[in-house]
């Protein structure tokens, strides 16, 4: 009996050379007992059979893929590379071991063929040949010379590693993903006509991005502005993002109650940029966000990483997943998280924990159901308000270590995940699939607000207040989707229908503490006079105990074949929307309640169109062009004449967008472009028929005539440009206005904007390296609006010139299992704001020069 190899390297180029495993593949350590119910196909090597196996996840999914016909383009190469290149562009599994396939090259791969279909065509000539076994396995066999020596010896039972099938990136080790869950309905990017970008886990991993701000700033056309929030905003084309998704489904946030997600239990964060009102219902037409929670694995795997960074940063991560029964129908995955730290202004500190928890199981060869859920919890002195201006409007120009915060503030938040889904499938083209989730998030912080903006003359602060906040978003979510293919006049068409239900429920509750005993005035240089007592909590100053708003929809999508090269794709969303409001007001100095009200309205019966054309120039590159739209309720702004005011319609929001896309390499390389034009119609104006008028709490009169364009390009290569070198970039160029005042509508969105980062596995006797770099390049950014200052609006104008900050990254694999990691975030200590707010506060520096080192385990 051969030995069987522990830790095999996935689809590695040279037989003889290992790669650095733990960036390519998941690790499942020494053979074990595999599903019997699921099986994972460990192949014998009995006379001439080549170590080779590929596997579909269930029988009816085999069954599916085995007659499903797929658009394939695979050029002659090795024939690992051309497996990983089928299970790229297929969906199907392939689970590998041994070294015997690197001698054998397959043919060129251009049309339409099923999974075995394409397999023969590959084959052919080569001396070997594929075989099913059962209804799930298929094995490929070579004769002759080429056949293994170990074939000799016995039967040997390999180890095996998993290429992780369908939109899951985790253990590929690319940059990039051929398919995208926040696009239901598309099989590949390739056949979504707007701009999305997907970074994957290796992504997240090489860059050190353990949060969702630290993510969505690498982002290609994403602007992260934290402000004076709990969590930062992002921009897309000039406009919020307010449009998150968890797993495809949908999730509301009043205001910015949001959290700033931990990463750690997500498989990848997705980006869709454009108008996206199919599936989001009400928001703004820059775009929306999906994170995509790491899933149960058929085999064992476990990962830990311990890593040590700047201003004393500890963090801990820990993950397991595998089979929980012996025929592997139930599955379940756990992951951890710990990290205490300070940051790089003081006074500040943070200690956050992550639990998840998943459950995944088969209750029949077509029913598979899940449930899980996740804790993220977080406390400690943080820092709130970020730095005021000058009193000219201009950034301060302090030590980037002040923070304007007391030794006795405090902020803990708190966010907690159910979820649930069953996913049926109903013969070989249907699917049907529900999905439900609960989200809490809470929030209380006690602190010092500081606001200016900061006399140059007198160096003190226009008013120094303190405030405890309590703070909230309760959101609740369902959908129910069937997705179908279906054969009609000689073609395979697709279609998506479904039904969902969002509510969000806010809450906003600020009060008055106790006098801080300071100075009359405060400046810069006695602000730690603040510091000591922690002030009592006196009464309320303002409660919104409730308010937030409740969406309900029916969507589809129609995806025809028009011809072999031509789809045309048609949909549309028909919703409804319902807000409601309690606010109650206090009297600061005594506490007593002045005024109660109750507000709220509906959008009823509104219709967003989607509609969009995709042509094939090759299997590998296609031309496309979309109109997509998303609505804004302004029900609560009324037209005039006061007594018989009405609700103005919703802002429409309208994306048209024409691009290109290619999937190169064998799917190992993404690149796509796109000309964009953003119409936001309808912004509600003063109307100056009627002015200072008030209509039972609502706001009256107003006229709908506001109208803000933003057009740009787009462009991004992400994956593999070359053996061992993975590639991440895009340049994003902007121009957006509001027509009414021609004026710039969002100067906080920079005309240009290039982010990119690269790595390369060094060759030969230095395989155990890599090395990475990146830079993210912004040209001049502004803020501007007007502000109440000393009694006073006034228009403020804040303004940065163009920066670029460099990081890098050190990789060493010191096994087949351990691999450490140094990163370097703003290499050459550039002096930037990385957010720009108003002058009474929300500027944020930048983070100077700072290193993490991780050491990172895989068994």
Same mark, same amino acid.
Request: hydrophobic share 35%.
């Given at each position: ?8 390297v996935?689809?590695?180029?040279t037989? #003889? ?10 690790? %499942? ?20 059979t080549?170590?080779?196996? +590929? ?5 009816a999914?085999a ?47 251009s049309? @339409?063929?099923?999974v075995?279909q ?14 099913r076994?059962g209804?799930n ?11 293994t ?26 940059y990039?993903?051929?398919? $995208?869950?926040i ?7 390739k ?9 994957t886990?290796?992504?997240?991993d ?8 630290? $993510? ?13 929030t709990?969590?930062?905003?992002f921009?897309?084309r ?8 968890i797993?495809? /489904? ?13 990463m ?7 980006? /869709? ?8 219902g ?11 929670r ?8 476990s990962?830990?990483?311990l890593?040590?960074g700047?201003w004393n ?18 599955? !379940?995955?756990l ?27 088969d ?19 943080t820092?709130?308000m970020?730095l ?12 980037r ?21 069953? *996913?049926?499938?109903?013969g ?8 439900a ?31 405890f *906040?309590?703070?909230?978003? #309760?959101s ?25 239900w ?30 000591g ?12 105990p409730?308010?937030?708003a ?11 074949e028009?011809?072999d090269?031509? #789809?045309i794709?048609?949909g ?10 309690l ?5 600061? *100095?005594t506490? $007593?309640?002045?005024? @109660? ?8 019966? %509104?219709?967003?169109p ?5 042509y ?8 496309y ?11 609560n ?39 964009y ?12 028929a ?13 006229v ?7 057009? !740009?390009?787009?462009?991004? /290569? ?28 969002? +100067?906080l969105?920079?005309r ?7 790595e ?11 090395l !990475?770099?990146?830079v993210?390049?912004k040209?001049a950014?502004?803020?501007?609006g007007?502000?109440? %200052? ?21 990789g ?16 050459f ?5 990385a957010?720009l ?15 993490? /080192? ?6």
């Amino acid at each position: 009996m051969g030995e069987s190899r522990a830790g095999c390297v996935l689809f590695d180029k040279t037989p #003889h050379r290992k790669r650095a495993a733990s960036r390519r593949a998941s690790f %499942i350590g020494e053979p074990r007992m595999f599903p019997s119910r699921i099986p994972l196909l460990a192949v014998l090597l009995t006379g001439t059979t080549l170590p080779l196996a +590929a596997m579909l996840a269930a029988p009816a999914q085999a069954q599916t893929q085995n007659a499903r016909q797929y658009r394939l383009s695979i050029p002659a190469q090795p024939l690992p590379r051309a497996l990983e290149a089928l299970s790229r562009q297929t969906g199907v599994q392939l689970f590998y071991g041994g070294e015997a396939a690197y001698r054998l090259t397959s043919n060129p791969l251009s049309g @339409s063929y099923s999974v075995d279909q394409a397999l023969a065509r590959m084959l052919a000539g080569t001396g070997a040949s594929a075989r099913r076994v059962g209804e799930n396995g298929i094995t490929i066999s070579v004769t002759g010379a080429d056949a293994t020596p170990a074939a000799a010896e016995g039967s040997v039972v390999l180890d095996t590693v998993v290429l992780t099938a369908g939109a899951a990136t985790e253990g590929s080790g690319s940059y990039t993903s051929g398919v $995208a869950s926040i696009t239901r309905g598309a099989d590949s990017l390739k056949e979504v006509p707007q701009s999305v970008t997907v970074l994957t886990r290796q992504t997240l991993d090489d860059q050190n991005l353990t949060t969702m701000e630290q $993510a969505m700033s690498r982002t290609p056309g994403i602007v992260a502005n934290r402000e004076s929030t709990s969590a930062p905003n992002f921009y897309a084309r000039g406009f919020k993002i307010n449009n998150y998704q968890i797993d495809g /489904l949908g999730t509301a946030y009043e205001s910015s109650f949001r959290p700033d997600f931990d990463m750690a239990i997500y498989d990848r964060v997705e980006v /869709l940029r454009g108008a996206e009102g199919l599936f989001s219902g009400a928001g703004e037409p820059g775009g929306s966000v999906n994170l995509a929670r790491k899933r149960p694995t058929s085999q064992f795997q476990s990962g830990v990483a311990l890593s040590y960074g700047s201003w004393n940063n500890r963090r801990i991560e820990a993950d397991i997943s595998g089979p929980l029964t012996r025929d592997g129908a139930l599955r !379940g995955r756990l992951v951890g998280a710990w990290q205490k730290r300070d940051f790089f202004y003081a006074p500040a500190h943070q200690d956050k924990q992550v639990l998840y928890g998943v459950l995944e199981y088969d209750l029949t060869p077509d029913t598979t159901i899940s449930a899980g859920i996740s804790q993220q919890r977080q406390k400690g002195n943080t820092w709130f308000m970020g730095l005021p201006t000058w009193d000219d409007f201009r950034l301060l120009d302090i030590d980037r270590g002040r923070a304007l915060n007391t030794d006795w503030a405090y902020a803990n938040r708190k966010i907690t995940d159910v979820f649930a889904s069953v *996913e049926h499938r109903l013969g070989a083209d249907w699917t049907l699939k529900f999905s439900a989730m609960r989200q809490k998030f809470d929030s209380d912080t006690l602190r010092i607000n500081p606001t200016g903006p900061i006399s140059r003359e007198t160096g003190t602060f226009a008013d120094v207040f303190s405030r405890f *906040e309590e703070t909230g978003n #309760h959101s609740k979510a369902a959908d129910l989707n069937l997705e179908s293919r279906f054969n009609l006049w000689g073609r395979e068409h697709k279609l998506l229908v479904g039904a969902d239900w969002r509510k969000s429920d806010a809450h906003q509750n600020m009060y008055v503490l106790s006098e801080v005993h300071a100075p009359d005035t405060i400046g810069l240089d006695d602000f730690d006079q603040l510091n000591g007592a922690r002030p009592d909590v006196l009464f309320p100053w303002f409660t919104f105990p409730a308010y937030g708003a409740t969406q309900k929809g029916l969507y589809g999508r129609l995806q025809i074949e028009a011809t072999d090269r031509l #789809h045309i794709i048609v949909g549309g969303r028909y919703g409804n929307y319902d807000y409601s409001s309690l606010n109650d007001y206090y009297d600061s *100095e005594t506490g $007593a309640l002045l005024s @109660s009200s109750k507000t709220g309205f509906k959008d009823t019966g %509104i219709f967003t169109p989607y509609a969009a054309a995709i042509y094939d120039l090759s299997p590998d590159v296609s031309l496309y062009a979309s109109l997509t739209e998303i609505y804004k309720p302004k029900a609560n702004y009324l037209s005039g004449p006061p007594g018989r005011a009405r609700p103005l319609d919703p802002i429409t929001g309208r994306n048209y967008e024409l691009g290109a896309k290619a999937s190169l390499l064998g799917g190992a390389l993404n690149a796509s472009a796109a000309l964009y034009r953003i119409e936001r119609k309808g912004e509600a104006v003063l109307d100056p028929a009627w002015p200072d008028s008030d209509n039972s709490g609502l706001s009256c009169c107003y006229v709908a005539q506001g109208r803000i364009i933003s057009e !740009g390009l787009d462009l991004e /290569l992400s994956g593999e440009i070359a053996p061992d070198w993975q590639l991440f970039a895009g340049y994003t160029w902007n121009h957006n206005k509001n027509t009414r005042d021609d004026v710039v509508f969002s +100067a906080l969105t920079p005309r240009h904007m290039l982010k990119l980062w690269t790595e390369y596995t060094l060759p030969g006797d230095w395989s155990k390296w890599s090395l !990475g770099a990146g830079v993210t390049v912004k040209s001049a950014q502004a803020s501007t609006g007007t502000a109440r %200052i000393a009694g006073t609006t006034q228009a403020y104008d804040i303004r940065q010139g163009g920066y670029a900050v460099w990081d890098a990254h050190v990789g060493y694999r010191i096994d087949d299992r351990w691999q450490m990691d140094l990163n370097v975030n703003n290499l050459f200590d550039k002096d930037y704001y990385a957010a720009l707010g108003t002058p009474t506060g929300g500027n944020w520096y930048g983070e100077p020069r700072n290193a993490t /080192l991780t050491l990172r385990g895989r068994f």
